[in-house]
């Protein structure tokens, strides 16, 4: 709670100054190192002095197999982390890899160049450096964040970035989730990062770090295939009506808790945002969202709805109360599903269908366990 406090105050005062730690760099970009063979990568928002993704791509480039590192910085030239870009020139950095030897990126291997405006990622300048990059890689200002992204998907860049969890509601970014065009990293431990920073840290004493700032529900978002996307959540419990109850306003059963998804019900199904970590699109489909924009933008989908005086422009309502916003999902049927007893039609949404267990007829007599055996049968 705290760490979105502070996220809060980031985004509303333009706060953005808060840097990313090698170690949780390393974590994430470990997962995708096969991408990088032979590509250009961008960090569009990284002074290359004090940014530790110039530092992870610079001292891995060969390991990587890396064709081009370029990082641009935005307006500040001290040599300071706080310096709060007080300088109106901006540099930008290249580097081809280790020249002499010696695996380490030395000064004169790194080509320095000035732009001629402040390196702000959206002037021309740094869009033709876009246009130069396959993958880009950085911590954007969480203030800026949906333009970046925006920039990002009108350049048909891949990417891998760290954003807050929050944007998963917002307007323009809800989309690109639910279509499938972008979708969350590996993330950080218990969706919570400590960034390098001078703002003040509202953490708790055993969680507190010196220099640095606890911030909460941040994650990592990527177009770059992992295989995390593709691992099926496991899942115990079974629909019943009175654990999961339909909201009052949409064809939708409540799930509070991502864990609880029930493994047999086919029809639409409202989940927490923190579902996207679990999110395997050859498991589920995601047709919409119940939160505060989404009447207005028809974001709940194909899902019936009905207005509720309570749900201030979409938000789920349940027994007459608003709820947290809520993905809306619905199940992939898929051949070989254990559940296979369950019907599945999209006229039937919200039809509930009683799980059963598939009738497997067993081949042996129960008073003689010894008669089957198919080592023995195969010898
Ligand atoms: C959250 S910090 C992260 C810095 C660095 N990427 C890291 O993770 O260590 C965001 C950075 O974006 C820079 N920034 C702010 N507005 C920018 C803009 N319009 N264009 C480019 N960079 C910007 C800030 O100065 C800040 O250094």
Redesign the pocket.
């Known amino acids: 709670m705290a760490g979105n406090v502070n996220l809060h105050a ?1 985004n509303k005062n ?1 706060k ?5 730690q090698l170690v949780d ?1 390393e974590n994430e970009l470990r997962h995708y190192k096969a991408h990088f063979k032979g590509k250009t990568v961008l ?5 290359p002095r ?4 110039f530092h992870y791509f610079s001292y891995n480039f060969e390991q990587l197999g890396l064709k081009k590192l370029i990082t ?5 030239q001290n040599r300071d982390l706080f310096s709060q ?1 007080d300088s109106e020139r901006a540099i930008w950095l290249e580097y081809f890899g280790d020249r002499n030897g010696n695996r380490v990126p030395d000064p004169e291997e790194i080509g320095i160049h000035y732009f001629e405006g ?6 021309k300048e ?1 869009v033709e450096l876009l246009k130069e990059a396959d993958i880009v890689v ?7 964040f949906r333009e970046y992204v925006a920039q990002l998907m009108k350049y048909e860049k891949k990417f891998v970035i ?1 954003g807050n969890q929050n944007a998963i509601t917002n307007k323009d970014f809800f989309p690109l989730i639910r279509d499938n065009k972008v979708w969350l990293g590996y993330g950080f431990k218990g969706g919570a990062a400590h ?2 920073s001078k703002y003040e840290d509202t953490a708790t004493a055993g969680d507190h770090r010196e220099g640095m700032i606890r911030v909460s529900g941040v994650n990592w978002f990527t177009n770059l295939e992992i295989p995390k996307r593709h691992e099926d959540m496991i899942l115990y419990k079974m629909y019943n009506e009175e654990e999961y109850p339909k909201y009052d306003n949409y064809d939708a059963i409540n799930i509070d808790k991502t864990a609880d998804i029930p493994i047999d019900y086919d029809g639409f199904m409202g989940v927490p945002i923190t579902f996207m970590d679990k999110y395997s699109p050859d498991q589920f489909e995601i047709l919409g969202i119940c939160a505060g924009n989404s009447r207005l933008n028809k974001f709940y989908g194909i899902v019936p709805y009905s207005p509720h005086v309570e749900d201030r422009g979409g938000c789920a309502v349940l027994n007459n109360k608003r709820v947290y916003s809520r993905i809306l999902i619905r199940r992939r049927k898929r051949i070989g599903d254990v559940v296979g007893a369950n019907h599945y039609s999209p006229l039937q949404v919200g039809q509930p269908t009683s799980y059963k267990l598939p009738e497997i007829p067993l081949p042996m007599a129960a008073e003689d366990p010894e008669s089957y055996n198919p080592v023995n049968k195969e010898d």
Do not use: Q
């Open positions: 980031a333009k953005d100054e808060f840097y990313t760099i960090c569009n928002c990284d002074d004090v940014s530790n993704f641009t910085c935005y307006k500040s870009n402040d390196g702000d990622f959206r002037s740094c950085t911590n954007p200002p969480f203030s800026l760290i960034f390098i």
